[in-house]
């Protein structure tokens, strides 16, 4: 089966620092993406940034960066100089069959000013 | 972004009541999804449509019935509605070339009371 585990539901950080957010999941394939959305208190999903699985270099979008780790299947999400406009819900999410995502729990980030 | 649309964007029922959510598209993607999103589970599917009449279930299918008769609205029925399906229920869709790329509408909060 394939499953996606975050296993902080929540987490605070200061203003200007980094943190971390982990992910987990579980596929037999070998090719594969793998994304990280943003939801807002506005409820609209945003991705954040995407790995391909084929690709050894861990993306990165400004601000955002991820550590992926195929073999340990590993996929977390660093946010550096953090702001108060990161504050949100953060979705580990895997496209199973069909191109449907499967999402993990969720994690709820508080940036503190 | 894509153009999605979901109506209403809130509602309040009563249980038993027939209830149905309506997603339009306007990027002339071939595949629709319906998630519902509750604490705890992230986004879960529903149902998906990988085209026009094309309709299968996913993961959490139980008292909900989908429509596709055209490509641009996918319409997500809840024949009966019950207080376990109070929740917020997204529509994502995706180009059938694009993996990568799944586009979601801003949601409907649905109380069913």
């Known amino acids: 089966a394939q499953t996606v585990t975050q296993s902080q539901p929540e987490m605070s950080v200061q203003e200007a620092e980094t943190v971390t957010l982990s992910c987990t999941y579980d596929?037999?394939?070998?090719?594969?993406?793998l994304f990280w959305y943003k939801q807002p208190p506005s409820r609209q999903m945003i991705l954040v940034i995407r790995q391909e699985a084929y690709k050894q270099q861990n993306a990165t979008e400004n601000r955002f960066s991820v550590n992926f780790q195929k073999a340990a299947k590993s996929f977390s999400l660093k946010i550096s100089d953090s702001q108060l406009g990161d504050t949100a819900m953060y979705f580990c999410?895997?496209?199973?069959?069909?191109?449907?995502?499967?999402f993990g729990q969720g994690t709820t980030l508080q940036v503190k000013p | 972004d894509a153009g999605i649309t979901q109506s209403p964007r809130h509602k309040v029922t009563e249980t038993g009541t027939p209830v149905t959510l309506r997603c339009h598209q306007t990027?002339?993607?071939?595949?629709m999804y319906w998630y519902r999103q509750d604490p705890g589970h992230g986004l879960r599917l529903i149902h998906y449509?990988?085209?026009?009449?094309?309709?299968d279930k996913g993961e959490v299918s139980d008292g909900y019935s989908v429509s596709r008769s055209k490509t641009e609205d996918f319409l997500l029925t809840l024949e009966s509605a019950t207080s376990s399906q109070t929740s917020v229920y997204f529509c994502a869709t995706r180009d059938r070339d694009r993996p990568y790329e799944q586009y979601f509408g801003p949601g409907t909060r649905l109380t069913v009371t």
């Open positions: 990027e002339n993607h071939r595949y």
């Open positions: 596929t037999s394939e070998s090719n594969y993406y």
């Open positions: 449509s990988y085209g026009v009449k094309d309709t």
């Open positions: 999410a895997f496209p199973g069959n069909t191109g449907k995502l499967i």
